[in-house]
Every structure is written in structure tokens, then in C-alpha cells.
């Protein structure tokens, strides 16, 4: 490349050498935002309903994602180019076969949207899937340890203020609306149709969600980001950070317990009595006891006792998820080996039952079932490979907070489907696993 061209290349960062980064920070920030334009195109209708999951929206998130890779590409051409050229020549040796295995797993999904039913729809999700990979892929390459704990602090002050706003929003018993607003609150109450609340001592109380589409998804926010500020908060040498990290760990965990989430909250206590013995400030035996002590106290506190103990498997919430899991099932069994198309589980749903309610038109609410309905087993293979290199990675580098957050990623996707369905979710899948994959692994030390 010409001295000329090669200037003209690196004219944006000689301008603003730091856009970059403000980019990825912004992103960083305003991952728990939902504000965005929704479009509804006829497959976004399930019978006769709009059906949000189905809905192409371009997020506030979006545009951020879009500006940081004209940037990259701007930027790297010359790069990516010479190592395109590098994977062209040498693809077919068996050294590099893991290499080959992102292409087939993209012409992989190219068959499975053709045979699908609505195969618009399914390049829609093809479209985002690339969207979340680059932004993963960024973060692997972005990340090092000072990188690290800037965006560590941005969390932290993302954090309290997702917190701060679900704690007002509970004692509102509704939204608060005004600026919220802008940066993704929707406008509901305790009696929205459709909303999700919690019975204590007999009476119906909202449960906060604070700009997320629900306060399970907002559980899984805190309930992923919580364990690693925990531990950068012994880590940090700067008082300042510190002080930030302990106040959005403390305000984060109040949010995180008024969400009523059973299984971030029980993830929560686990990975922070892990996490205390692991920090060596208490022994296993001192550990085990916080817990018991913890425990005791959640279930002898009556709102708690209530949303732990007096479950039963004739709930509605349990009854849904056995519904969908049992279409789930049947999904598998007639399209086991591509699936009914990528995104296409919800429009599936009326050839598999005659329930049209509108609590039923949710996704099955677990990953894995998700991934093997709508991509079958051919397409689930090629995910558990994915985690299997992950643990591998994970294992080489033997931080144990990397091996908290990826078991409670899993933890969470058996139980719920947002890491898939929800932008949000998968914003926060693609960070966490950058984080994982980080190109420099001493970022966790």
C-alpha cells in the first residue's frame, strides 16, 4: 500500500484516535437500554397478535454497533484482508479445521433459513447473530487490563442506575416515565395487562424491570454482571473504583432481590458465598454458614417465603413453560435434524397446539430446547462445540471467576430464553463471552 493511501486510511483515527473507544463504551452503557423503532411486517403477527419477539427493530444499540464496525473496517481493511488471504491458503489443513467451522456453521444456517417457513425472518436473525458475533469478536480483540476496569466502572455506574431506577419503580408500584423514558422505561403499572407480579401476604405487587422488557431479563443483568464486579472489587487499586464497584454490588443486590427472580437470586447467594471463600476471607465452614444463615433468612422473610416455598406445580408460569416445553419436544421430533427455522419457533407454535392465549406466545424458556427446535441437532452440535471450546479456554486459563460467570450463563439459559430472543440478553451473551475469550486472559488477574 501507497504512504498516500495508507494516510488516507488512518485519517479517522489520526482525527479522532479515540472514537473507538467511546463507541464501545457507549455500547457498554447503554446495553440494558430497549429503545428502538419497531417495525411489523406480516410475520410478525402470530394469530392475529403483535408479537414483539418477532418484530425487526433497529435499537439504539444497533446504531452503535454499526458505527464501531465502519469504524473497524475503515481502520483494519488492510488487516483483515491479509489474514482472509493467510485462512484462504492454508483452510484445508487439518490444523485449522476449528477455523472452517464458523463458515459451515453460517452456510449451515443459510440451508436451515431456506427450508424454513418464513425465510425472511430468518435472515433477520442471520443478520443480528452477525451483529452480536462482531461485537463479540470486538471484545476479545478490544480487551486488556486497563480496558478492562474502564469498562468495569462504566458497568458499575450502568448498574446502580438500572438499580436505582427498579428500586423506585417498585415503591412506584409503576413506571416512572418523564426522562426514562428516553432511554428505554416502558409506561406500565401493577395493573398493565400482561405484567409481571409477585403475591405478598396475599397482595399483588409490581415487580420492577426497570428498562427491560422483564424484571427476569433485568435479574439476569445483575445476576451476570454482580460476580464480576464482586471480584474486581478486591482486585481494583483505586480507592475511587472501589468505592463504585461496592456501592453498585450493594444497590445491584437489593434490585436483584426485588426482582423475585427464583434463579438469579439462588445463582446470587451461591457465587457470592463461592466467591467469599474463594477471596479467602471466610473458611468453606464460615461460608457454608452464611449461606445457611442466608437461607433461613429468605425463607423466614415472609415476601420471600412466599415466592420460594409456596410454589406449586400448577402455577400458571409453571404450566406455560411445561406447555412449551412439550411443543419444544414435538418441534424436535418432526424437524430433528434442521429444525423449524431459525426464528421460527413462535410462528411454528399454531401447527403444534390450538392454545392461542397470549401468555402461550413466548419462546420455550430454555436455550438449549430453543437452539434444537429451531436449528436441530445438526445446529445444536455446532453450539455445545462452541461451549466446549469456551470451558476449554476457560480451563487453560483457571480464573475461577470466568468459570462462575459461564456456569451461570448456563444456569440462567436452562431456565429462560432472553440470552436468544431479547436484545438485551444477546448483547450481554456477546460481551460475556468476548470477556471469556479475551485475547489477553491476565485481564481477570
Given at each position: 500500500m501507497k504512504s498516500g493511501q495508507r494516510t488516507s486510511q488512518n485519517l479517522l483515527l489520526a482525527r479522532f484516535p479515540h472514537l473507538p473507544d467511546l463507541l464501545y463504551y457507549l455500547i457498554i452503557f447503554f446495553l440494558p437500554t430497549q429503545l428502538g423503532k419497531h417495525f411489523w411486517p406480516d410475520f410478525s403477527y402470530v394469530y392475529g397478535l403483535r408479537i414483539d419477539y418477532l418484530s425487526p427493530t433497529i435499537y439504539m444499540t444497533d446504531l452503535l454497533i454499526g458505527s464501531l464496525f465502519i469504524v473497524w473496517l475503515f481502520n483494519n481493511s488492510k488487516e483483515i484482508l491479509r489474514k482472509f488471504s493467510i485462512f484462504s491458503s492454508q483452510f484445508s489443513t487439518k490444523r485449522n479445521f476449528s477455523r472452517l467451522l464458523p463458515y459451515l456453521f453460517f452456510f449451515y444456517l443459510l440451508l436451515n433459513i431456506s427450508l424454513s417457513q418464513i425465510p425472511l425472518l430468518g435472515l433477520y436473525g442471520l443478520l443480528k447473530l452477525l451483529e452480536f458475533s462482531f461485537f463479540g469478536y470486538y471484545t476479545y480483540q478490544f480487551l486488556n487490563k486497563k480496558r478492562f476496569q474502564t469498562v468495569l466502572l462504566v458497568l458499575s455506574i450502568s448498574v446502580f442506575f438500572q438499580s436505582v431506577l427498579a428500586i423506585a419503580q417498585f415503591f412506584n408500584q409503576g413506571s416512572l416515565g418523564g426522562l426514562f423514558y428516553?432511554?428505554?422505561?416502558?409506561?406500565?403499572?401493577?395493573?398493565?395487562?400482561?405484567?409481571?407480579?409477585?403475591?405478598?401476604?396475599?397482595?399483588?405487587?409490581?415487580?420492577?424491570?426497570?428498562?427491560?422488557?422483564?424484571?427476569?431479563?433485568l435479574a439476569g443483568f445483575l445476576c451476570?454482571?454482580?460476580?464480576?464486579?464482586?471480584?474486581?472489587?478486591?482486585?481494583?487499586?483505586?480507592?475511587?473504583?472501589?468505592?463504585?464497584?461496592?456501592?453498585?454490588?450493594?444497590?445491584?443486590?437489593?434490585?436483584?432481590?426485588?426482582?423475585?427472580?427464583?434463579?438469579?437470586?439462588?445463582?446470587?447467594?451461591?457465587?457470592?458465598?463461592?466467591?467469599?471463600?474463594q477471596k479467602r476471607m471466610f473458611s468453606m465452614k464460615a461460608s457454608l454458614s452464611i449461606l445457611l444463615v442466608v437461607l433461613l433468612g429468605i425463607v423466614s422473610y415472609s415476601p420471600f417465603r412466599d415466592r420460594f416455598l409456596q410454589t406449586s406445580f400448577i402455577e400458571e408460569s409453571f404450566l406455560i413453560r411445561k406447555d412449551l416445553l412439550l411443543m419444544s419436544f414435538e418441534m424436535i421430533k418432526n424437524h430433528f435434524l434442521f429444525g423449524v427455522g431459525m426464528l421460527q419457533f413462535l410462528p411454528a407454535l399454531p401447527a403444534f397446539t390450538s392454545i392461542s392465549t397470549f401468555n402461550t406466545l413466548q419462546p420455550v424458556h430454555n436455550i438449549f430446547f430453543l437452539i434444537t427446535s429451531e436449528l436441530g441437532i445438526i445446529g445444536l452440535c455446532f453450539v455445545l462445540y462452541f461451549l466446549f471450546k469456551t470451558y476449554k479456554k476457560i480451563h487453560k486459563k483457571k480464573f475461577i471467576t470466568s468459570y462462575l460467570l459461564f456456569y451461570t450463563f448456563l444456569v440462567l439459559g436452562f431456565f429462560d430464553h432472553y440470552f436468544l430472543t431479547l436484545q438485551q440478553g444477546q448483547l450481554l451473551s456477546a460481551f460475556l463471552f468476548g470477556v471469556l475469550w479475551s485475547k489477553k486472559g491476565h485481564i481477570f488477574a
Open positions: 428516553v432511554v428505554g422505561e416502558r409506561t406500565f403499572s401493577g395493573q398493565t395487562p400482561g405484567i409481571a407480579n409477585v403475591t405478598i401476604d396475599g397482595k399483588l405487587f409490581l415487580r420492577p424491570y426497570a428498562t427491560f422488557p422483564h424484571p427476569n431479563v451476570i454482571l454482580l460476580p464480576l464486579l464482586f471480584h474486581f472489587l478486591f482486585v481494583s487499586r483505586s480507592q475511587l473504583v472501589s468505592v463504585a464497584l461496592a456501592v453498585s454490588v450493594g444497590i445491584g443486590t437489593i434490585a436483584l432481590l426485588l426482582t423475585f427472580s427464583r434463579a438469579a437470586i439462588s445463582l446470587w447467594i451461591l457465587v457470592l458465598c463461592f466467591s467469599l471463600f
